[in-house]
C-alpha cells in the first residue's frame, strides 16, 4: 500500500517562502504523477500543480505560475512544493496526492501540512 | 477554467434515510474515449479528503455499496441509500478534464 508523509506545520512571515515535502512509499515512485491541492479556512479545495516524479516535468496552475515550484528527489522518494512570497492569503492546509491514472483520480493523499502566514 | 457547483451545501440527515448531492460543471466532463471526468471525495473532520467515486461512477476500493455516483456530461449525482453515522463530513466533487483541476464549494452531511 502507498503511503504519503508530509513534513510538519510551518509558521512564516509575509513575504518570505516555505517549502513543504511529501515522502511517498512504495517501490514505483518514478511512475507517480503527485499533485498539490490546498485548503484555505473556509474556502474550497484548490489544486496549485502537479509533478511527475519520473522526469520531474511540472505543470502549474495560473494563479500560482511564479510563486510555486515542485521538484522531487528520486532518491528520497520524495517530492517538494516551495512557495514564495507568501501573504496571509496563503494560509492554508496544503495535501499532496497521487494520481491512479486508471482511475484520472486521487487515490492517496497525504496528511496535509499546515501552512501559516503572518505579518 | 471549469466551475464546479454543489447543492445543497449542508444536508441534515436521519440515519438510514437516503441522502443525494448534486454537482454540475460549466462545460460538458465526457472525455472522447466515453468516461466522465468526475470524482467525489469524502473529508471526514479533521482529515484528509478520501476518495468514493471515479470517471463519475465507479466506487473506490473499500467503498460501501451504500454509495452510487451517477450522470454524464455536466449533471453529475452522489446518492446515499441508507446514511450511516460514519457518513458525516464533506463531500467533494472534482474534474479531472483538463488543468486546473477544480473542486465544488462542497456538501456537509450531518446527522440529524
Known amino acids: 500500500q502507498v503511503h504519503l508523509v508530509q513534513s510538519g506545520a510551518e509558521v512564516k512571515k509575509s513575504g518570505a517562502s516555505v517549502k513543504v515535502s511529501c515522502k511517498a512509499s512504495?517501490?514505483?515512485?518514478?511512475?507517480?504523477?503527485i499533485h498539490w491541492v490546498r485548503q484555505a479556512p473556509g474556502q474550497r479545495l484548490e489544486w496549485v500543480g502537479w509533478?511527475?516524479?519520473?522526469?520531474?516535468?511540472?505543470k502549474y496552475s495560473q494563479r500560482f505560475q511564479g510563486r510555486a515550484t515542485m521538484t522531487r528527489d528520486t532518491s528520497a522518494s520524495t517530492v517538494y512544493m516551495e512557495l514564495t512570497s507568501l501573504t496571509s492569503e496563503d494560509s492554508a492546509v496544503y495535501y499532496c496526492?497521487?494520481?491512479?491514472?486508471?482511475?484520472?483520480?486521487?487515490?492517496?493523499w497525504g496528511q496535509g501540512t499546515m501552512v501559516t502566514v503572518s505579518s | 477554467d471549469i466551475v464546479m457547483t454543489q447543492s445543497p451545501l449542508s444536508l441534515p440527515v436521519t440515519p438510514g434515510e437516503p441522502a443525494s448531492i448534486s454537482c454540475r460543471s460549466s462545460?460538458?466532463?465526457?472525455?472522447?474515449?466515453?468516461?466522465?471526468?468526475l470524482a467525489w471525495y469524502l473529508q471526514k473532520p479533521g482529515k484528509s479528503p478520501q476518495l468514493l467515486i471515479y470517471?463519475?461512477?465507479n466506487r473506490a476500493s473499500g467503498v460501501p455499496v451504500r454509495f452510487t455516483g451517477s450522470g454524464s456530461g455536466t449533471d453529475f449525482t452522489l446518492k446515499i441509500s441508507r446514511v450511516e453515522a460514519d457518513d458525516v463530513g464533506v463531500y467533494y466533487c472534482?474534474?479531472?478534464?483538463?488543468?486546473?483541476?477544480?473542486f465544488g464549494g462542497g456538501t456537509k452531511v450531518e446527522i440529524k
Open positions: 496526492a497521487k494520481v491512479q491514472p486508471d482511475f484520472e483520480a486521487f487515490d492517496i
Open positions: 512504495g517501490h514505483t515512485f518514478s511512475n507517480y504523477a
Open positions: 509533478i511527475n516524479a519520473g522526469n520531474g516535468k511540472t
Open positions: 462545460q460538458s466532463l465526457l472525455h472522447s474515449n466515453g468516461y466522465n471526468y
Open positions: 470517471l463519475g461512477s
Open positions: 472534482m474534474h479531472t478534464l483538463q488543468t486546473p483541476f477544480t
